[in-house]
C-alpha cells in the first residue's frame, strides 16, 4: 500500500525496462519511481503478465529483472488457471501491481472473465500502486489506440475507465499513434486525455493527472483535447526528469 493512503497509478509509454545486453531486463527509473510512490524500503510486488498470455520466458525475465531491486516479488497468471488460490487476497496484500505491455484487448476479456477488473479497482482505492507498460498503462483508461486486433492500429473504447481519459502510448515511437488519437479525440469517439512519449510515464493521483516523468531529456507527454468539431488540439506537458540508468 501506498503510505501516503492515496490512490495512484502509473501509466507508462514505455521503457518500463530497458534491455541490458544479455538477452536481459534491466528496470528504468520509471519503475524506481513507482517503488517510491508506495513508501515502502522493500515493497510487495506483484507483475500481471496477462497480455502476454502469461509466457513462462517472459515472467522468468520479469522476474530477474526485479531481482536487482529490494523487493518481495511474485506474479499474477490467468493461464491456464490462476496461479493462486485468492486472487483478491494476493492482490490486496502488494504495494505495486505492476501490469506488462502486449494485447489489452485480451487482457480485458480475461480480467472480466475473472473479475479481476472489480479486485484491480479495490486494490487503487485501497492504496495499492497500480503501474504498467502499454497496455499496461491503456487499460487504466477510458480508451485509447492498440494494435491488439493486428498491426493497423484501431481505437479502443471499453478500458477500466479508473481514469476518465483516453490514453497515448508509444507516442514517439509508432507514426500511426498520434494521427489516430487526435483524430478519435476530436470525432468523440475518445475523450480528451494525455499521452506519453518512449520513456515517460503518466502519474495520476485519484483521477488528477499531476505530473509526468522520464529518464529521457528530449522526450515529451500531451495533454490531447477536443478544440471545435471533428478537430483535437495538443499540448506538450514538460515531464519531471529522473536520475538516469
Given at each position: 500500500m501506498s503510505t501516503d493512503g492515496q490512490p495512484h497509478i502509473l501509466a507508462i509509454g514505455g521503457g518500463s525496462f530497458v534491455p541490458d545486453g544479455r538477452d536481459g531486463l534491466t528496470p528504468s527509473p520509471l519503475i524506481?519511481?513507482?517503488?517510491?510512490?508506495?513508501?515502502?524500503?522493500?515493497?510487495r510486488v506483484c507483475f500481471v503478465t496477462t497480455a502476454v498470455g502469461d509466457g513462462a520466458e517472459y515472467v522468468a525475465r520479469l522476474y530477474a529483472g526485479f531481482s536487482s531491486l529490494d523487493a518481495e516479488v511474485s506474479h499474477l497468471a490467468l493461464f491456464p488457471m490462476p496461479n493462486?488460490?485468492?486472487?483478491?487476497?494476493h492482490l490486496l496484500n502488494q504495494d505495486l501491481v505492476h501490469v506488462s505491455g502486449g494485447s489489452v484487448a485480451n487482457l480485458l476479456a480475461l480480467w472480466r472473465l475473472h473479475g479481476l477488473d472489480e479486485i484491480m479497482r479495490e486494490a487503487w482505492q485501497e492504496g495499492v500502486v497500480l503501474s504498467g507498460q502499454s497496455a499496461g498503462a491503456l487499460c487504466w483508461h477510458a480508451g485509447g489506440t492498440t494494435d491488439s486486433f493486428g498491426p493497423e492500429l484501431r481505437p479502443l473504447t471499453d478500458g477500466l475507465a479508473f481514469l476518465p481519459y483516453s490514453c497515448g502510448v508509444h507516442y514517439d515511437s509508432d507514426p500511426q499513434r498520434r494521427p489516430l488519437l487526435q483524430q478519435l479525440v476530436g470525432e468523440g469517439t475518445l475523450p480528451g486525455g494525455y499521452a506519453a512519449?518512449?520513456?515517460?510515464?503518466?502519474?495520476?493521483v485519484g483521477t488528477e493527472f499531476v505530473q509526468a516523468v522520464s529518464y529521457r531529456k528530449d522526450a515529451g507527454a500531451y495533454r490531447v483535447e477536443p478544440d471545435g468539431p471533428g478537430t483535437a488540439k495538443e499540448s506538450r506537458l514538460e515531464p519531471r526528469l529522473l536520475a538516469s540508468l
Open positions: 524506481r519511481y513507482a517503488f517510491d510512490l508506495t513508501g515502502q524500503d522493500r515493497p493462486v488460490p485468492d486472487v483478491r487476497a512519449d518512449e520513456g515517460v510515464a503518466l502519474h495520476y
